[in-house]
């Protein structure tokens, strides 16, 4: 059974930096390829980045490619989200979810954390 559980959310002014984290409490996490998305009030759910398995692989949204970095730990079942260079426009709701494939499609992953917010202050 894979439980995500996410953190590091918060309030940041623009041009700042935050690292979420996200945790599986299950025993399987090395088998999925872990996702992070985001949703902004009155907004879609939109893809920001996609791990593969083995963490070689990671893939970015054009929004943030040169100032989000994701990352993995399978042997500690956690997956990051360093942000860097931190505008308005990427305050959300921030979700890891874990799936069969690393995909920007959000109907490619099973399991879904509960979210952190991050705001973004000019």
């Known amino acids: 059974q894979v439980q995500l559980v996410e953190s590091g959310g918060g309030l940041v002014q623009a041009g700042g930096s935050l690292t979420l984290s996200c945790v599986d409490s299950g025993r399987t996490f090395s088998a999925y390829a872990m996702g992070w998305f985001r949703q902004a009030p009155g907004k879609e759910r939109e893809f920001v980045a996609a791990?593969?398995?083995?963490?070689?692989?990671?893939y970015y949204a054009e929004s943030v490619k040169g100032r989000f970095t994701g990352a993995r730990d399978n042997a500690k079942n956690t997956v990051y989200l360093q942000m860097n260079s931190l505008k308005p426009e990427d305050t959300g709701v921030y979700y890891c979810?874990?799936?069969?494939?690393?995909?920007?499609?959000?109907?490619?992953?099973?399991?879904w954390g509960q979210g952190t917010q991050v705001t973004v202050s000019s």
């Open positions: 791990i593969r398995r083995n963490g070689v692989s990671t």
């Open positions: 979810a874990a799936g069969g494939s690393a995909s920007a499609s959000a109907r490619e992953y099973a399991y």
